[in-house]
């Protein structure tokens, strides 16, 4: 390993160092102030290199350095999410800073655990080797176990454990895909499976040219299925996001799925070349991305504990977001249209899920309940929590002035640009059946009656968190411009 390598690895290796300090301070202090602190301090020194990487890759030609054997790429598309993770990182940690009587004991644990997941997610977006996917895949994953249950109640280890073993079926099947593909190309690298898969001749008798690459990509496809929550792949979702802390709810509902997409799309077009094979995982995309929409939804309906809602809602989105992977194989300009309406919509979302988990966390804290009936009349209590959760369901369900509306515009229009028209509709007749579950809990906050008497007062920290994701929210909805312009520049020239 080279200088160069170790710094490509920068933003990883400080996030790992920064851990390892947190974890050890933990065993010396016991103030939580002082352990956020420097938390958030110490993500400013992966930011920076992500930055310092992006500025130097703008005097690169190909616009990408590769490293660490070959295993190992940075490039505009990999950072912009590194980015993505390093914020939700932040703003988790600072919304966390008065946690629960069971999590103060673990802070420094709690702490360490999410960055170690996370910097497993900022690999995933960079890895361009099957093994050191999985291996990223696994850094992530395994921190998110131990977070489900970390405040150990019945709820949370039922959870945790139903997570763990679906995760390691999950990985199973990724693994035995993987097997597949190296059986039929003799390597685990992007690139290389590429180009001896467009020298082997295929068949187009059979879809994807030959039985061994369509099992391998089924397998693999349906391994990242469970990352980022689409159908048939989901059914973890919502006992796991009601079990888990809210916190760490919200970190899972966000930052997996950035994580799970990035990976997704650069295998799917990187290993899988799209001039001979982007037919046939189009096709089955838009399969995934209907049932995702349509199961989200249809279930979301039905559910009166507001986490569980939340989380039909995050496989209904999920399946927003595959239009746009399934019009990346379609379009003229792919990269530009259809991966910029990906990374700017999981931008969208990531600030409009957050915005609905931290007024969750505070409201649901004071009043003791996620039952959306309980709901009634917050606004009269606490107008500052109320406000923020009504901008938040109304962007999810992309009405303006938020970014849930510019989100949907832009990856419906990069759906409509692939001829695509006919997807369009169907997310849009989803869109509508989605309005009841989002304008009930809006319905219920502003215009019920309070059930109880008295103010809810949430922590300071957790009211910086959510004045930052709520003004985001509203900023991506008005002037979306700068973001859709990064999108831009970090699809472009991807893959080489």
């Not at 916190?247 to 799970?260: D, E, M, P, W």
Request: glycine share 8%; hydrophobic share 55%; aromatic share 10%.
């Amino acid at each position: 390993m080279t200088l160069e390598d170790i710094y490509l690895l920068g933003p990883e290796i400080s996030l790992i160092v920064l851990a390892i300090s947190i974890i050890l301070l933990g065993l010396m202090v016991s103030r939580v102030r002082l352990l956020t602190v420097i938390t958030l301090i110490g993500l400013l020194i992966p930011l920076g290199i992500s930055i310092s990487l992006w500025i130097k890759l703008g005097t690169i030609e190909s616009q990408q350095i590769i490293g660490i054997f070959d295993s190992f790429v940075v490039d505009r598309f990999s950072l912009f999410f590194k980015f993505i993770l390093i914020g939700v990182t932040g703003l988790i940690v600072l919304a966390s800073f008065k946690p629960s009587i069971n999590l103060k004991p673990y802070r420094a644990e709690y702490i360490f655990l999410i960055l170690i997941s996370t910097c497993g997610m900022m690999l995933l977006s960079s890895t361009i080797e099957l093994i050191s996917i999985y291996i990223s895949l696994e850094l992530s994953a395994i921190p998110i176990i131990a977070l489900v249950t970390i405040s150990k109640s019945k709820h949370s280890i039922e959870a945790g454990m139903k997570l763990f073993i679906l995760s390691a079926v999950s990985s199973a099947i990724f693994l035995y895909g993987v097997v597949f593909i190296y059986g039929f190309t003799g390597t685990t690298y992007l690139t290389i499976i590429a180009e001896r898969i467009s020298q082997s001749g295929l068949s187009l008798d059979h879809p994807f040219g030959s039985y061994a690459i369509l099992i391998g990509a089924l397998l693999i496809i349906s391994g990242l299925g469970f990352k980022i929550a689409s159908v048939p792949f989901q059914m973890w979702v919502p006992d796991v996001y009601e079990g888990a802390p809210t916190s760490i709810t919200a970190f899972l509902s966000v930052a997996s799925k950035a994580a799970g997409f990035a990976i997704l799309i650069r295998i799917l077009h990187v290993a899988f070349p799209t001039e001979l094979l982007s037919y046939d995982w189009s096709h089955l995309v838009v399969i995934l991305s209907v049932l995702s929409m349509c199961v989200g939804n249809i279930l979301a309906i039905t559910q009166n504990n507001i986490k569980r809602m939340l989380a039909f809602s995050t496989i209904a989105h999920a399946g927003y977001i595959l239009i746009g992977l399934a019009a990346i194989s379609e379009t003229s300009q792919p990269f530009l249209i259809g991966t910029g309406g990906i990374l700017f919509y999981i931008v969208a979302y990531t600030a409009t899920n957050l915005t609905a988990f931290f007024s969750v966390i505070a409201i649901s804290g004071k009043i003791g309940s996620y039952n959306i009936s309980d709901y009634g009349g917050i606004v009269r209590k606490a107008p500052l929590l109320a406000i923020p959760l009504g901008i938040s369901m109304i962007s999810l369900l992309g009405l303006p002035p938020t970014a849930g509306f510019m989100a949907k515009l832009y990856i419906f229009g990069a759906a409509i640009e692939a001829d695509m028209t006919w997807l369009v509709l169907i997310a849009l007749v989803n869109s509508v059946v989605s309005g009841y579950y989002y304008l009930r809990v809006v319905k219920k906050v502003f215009l019920s009656k309070p059930i109880s008497e008295g103010n809810i007062v949430s922590p300071r920290s957790l009211s910086i968190s959510l004045l930052i994701v709520s003004v985001t929210v509203l900023f991506l909805g008005i002037f979306p411009a700068p973001v859709i312009e990064l999108a831009q520049m970090a699809a472009n020239n991807f893959p080489p």
